[in-house]
């Protein structure tokens, strides 16, 4: 008779916070469920006759030419890193996950500049070559364009997880293979590929689902994806049902990436916990091979940080003064305000929930994490009307309140902060928490045990115990969402309010308005932040014993 | 009796099969018990349901005047309350606090003056005096597990309870380590419950020896009566650790 069993104190405590704050993230994803049922307006049969197909097409060949390119890119470059030696290896081997740094519609405002009539590309060959070259070889507002731009940036999420597991844990594999005898390119493909699949799938999807997020390039670009469709309808054709509509599209297709996601990774898994392996001993490099070598990789981070730096540096120069100004300080006030808000948020949570999810094993708690993490495979676009139609819904029944409460307010939630940062926590609570969970793993449960025997209750047990010893994971996962904020895109034009500038929108608004040049200051506050921040989690996790 | 503990039985989650049943065990004051098993048998669960760690799904635990757990009244005290001492596997000292803060975590609710003086008097009973304001990662393993045991020892905990205290150290430091150890729990007086898999340290340590296999009680006796019985060919059960 199992009667004396029963939930503990903490895990109902823990629990109940778990509940709330997942109810919460839901409430906009239910909602656009509950609008999506709701009749079409009249625009929806245009929409769906003439339009619907071309934003499939662009966007499905857009997110999977980057996702192929991002795998022969990053493994190529992973297993470069991992299994030889060559000059400036070293360098290159955290140098080759800077292009990370740069948001995509920001190297897309970079390249764009490069190569048009009179950007430095074209003005070198007619001044000091004289040779004239028709305008369309340079033309870089295109889908290849755009494929080019997306997998430069964003390839690092492939090289970065794949070259992981290479260290940590396909090392017998590939050391076996080797004393069999087998050559290279063989291992490669037979060996290095195979083993490595979940890891790498793994780091496409994270890379396909930057992709379908992604607004500012393709608006740049004049791309018509799911991204920009609605923000168009709703905007230009203020058409809210519509958009809702497109945003459950783009939903499902999220859903079907993550599916496929599933059935290629199979039971594979990719953490590095179990095994204690030794990392790969490099093989020395000689001749041509290592110059091949260096130039790849060096090509490649010329491309993806170098010249879009270099670019951005010249465009600063010239335009500093115009931009250090009492406006570019409130510019950074509000962006820090925004994400520290948030990313304080989010830390928070994450703590309640990972707290749940570790005193509480079963079911409930395995879907609650689940939950918890669903915001950062769901667009940016589709966040955006979720949350606003929550909010329009709320602030109705709102107003009904105050009517029948005979309070005066001007009070509106929906112009205020307050929605942009509960988009921003649904968003890129996966990523705190993904940090947050990894430190409680490290520590497992007996600190907090021995913690309950020496007589402190949990709460207590929390503050004195748990929280001192994950501070670590706690700070950088704070470090992690506050620099996806600061370069986030879609969620900041759509919610915030009025007149409310960030970096981010201020980069886009100067690129819309074609004052490129002044786009450099902004954007280099932003690459600058997250590459310190990348610079620094690097050496950390370098530095990490095993 | 000192400590009571009539019928314990548990399994982990929705697991049909008991990890721990009809497990029964009484003590007297001052008594030190070894409980003897191979691996898997259930030892560690036992002392985790005698801590609170666990909740039985069945049983009485008394210890004092002080009811634990009461499967009639539906009586459950939480961990915190009943003050026991707990050395765990391996030793869980809180990294982030110094050896003087490690030990003086227990003693919360104690007198500022009172408290200093406990601490002192503990780190004496070791022979770590000049090790107060060290971090455990600073101290060898021998080091860490008397630390671990003047930590579970200073509030004076009715009963304490020892998870195999030895696992993590060299043979030649065992052998000493385990001799300073029955010293150390003589001369406070307390009331031990002793997790092993080995024999030679149930012998030495213990006044009273249980042996369980999945979960029960099997024998119970002096080291003496019980191992004299079992220890024909060396090594058998779980002799080296
Ligand atoms: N958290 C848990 N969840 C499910 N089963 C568990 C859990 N902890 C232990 N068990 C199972 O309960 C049984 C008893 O485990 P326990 O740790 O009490 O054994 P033990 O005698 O201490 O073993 P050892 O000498 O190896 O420490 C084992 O079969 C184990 O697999
Ligand atoms: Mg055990």
Known sequence: MPFLKRPSLAAVGWGSGAVGFVLLLLLPLGFLLYRIVQPPSENWNHIQEYMLLGYTIDTLTLAVSVGVLSIALGTTLAWLISAYTFPFRNTLKWALLMPLAIPPYIGAYAYHGMLNYTGFIQRTLRTTFDIEVSQRYFDIMNIPGAVFIYTIFLYPYVYAITRAFFARQATTLIENARVLGSGPVRTFFRIVLPVSRAAIVGGVTLVMLEVLNDYGLVNYFGIQTFSTAIFQTWYALDDLNSAIRLAGILMGIVLVFLLLEKVFRGRQQYSYTSAKASPLKPQVLEGWKKWTALSFSGVVFLLGFILPIFQLLYWGMLTYEAIFSAEFVSLIRNSTIAAGISSLLVVVFAVIIANFTRVASGWFSTVIARFTVLGYSIPGAVIAVGVISFFLYAETQLQLFYAYAGISTELMLSTSLVMLVFAYVIRFMAVGYNSIESGFEKIGRRYSEASRTLGMGWIKTFFKVDLPMIRAAVFSGFILVFVDILKELPLTLILRPFNFETLATTAYRYASDERIQETAVPSLSIILVSAIAMFVFHILIEKEPN | ?241
């Open chain 2, 1 to 241: 009796m000192h400590v009571q503990i009539t019928d314990l039985e548990f399994s982990y989650g929705k697991a049909s099969n008991a990890v721990v049943q009809n497990f029964n065990l009484h003590m007297n004051e001052g008594e030190i018990v070894s409980i003897l098993g191979e691996s898997g048998s259930g030892k560690s669960t036992i002392l985790r349901l005698i801590a609170g760690l666990e909740t039985p799904s069945q049983g009485k635990i008394g210890v004092g005047k002080d009811t634990y757990v009461d499967d009639q009244s539906g009586k459950i005290l939480p961990v915190e309350k009943r003050g026991l001492g707990m050395v765990f596997q391996d030793y869980a000292l809180f990294p982030h606090m110094t050896v003087g803060a490690n030990i003086l975590y227990g003693l919360n609710k104690w007198k500022g003056p009172a408290r200093r003086a406990r601490l002192q008097e503990m780190l004496e009973l070791i022979n770590m005096t000049e090790y107060r304001k060290r971090y455990p990662h600073e101290l060898s393993g021998g080091q860490q597990q008397r630390i671990a045991l003047a930590r579970a020892l200073a509030p004076q905990p009715p009963l304490l309870l020892l998870d195999e205290p030895f696992s993590n150290l060299d043979a030649h430091l065992k052998h000493r380590i385990r001799d300073e150890l029955r010293e150390t729990i003589k001369y406070t007086g307390t009331t031990t419950i002793f997790v092993t898999h080995d024999q030679e340290d149930a012998k030495v340590l213990s006044d009273r020896v249980v042996l369980v296999d999945k979960g029960e009680v099997k024998k119970t006796g002096t080291p003496y009566e019980l191992l004299k019985e079992t220890t024909v060919p060396q090594g058998i059960g779980g002799a080296q650790a």
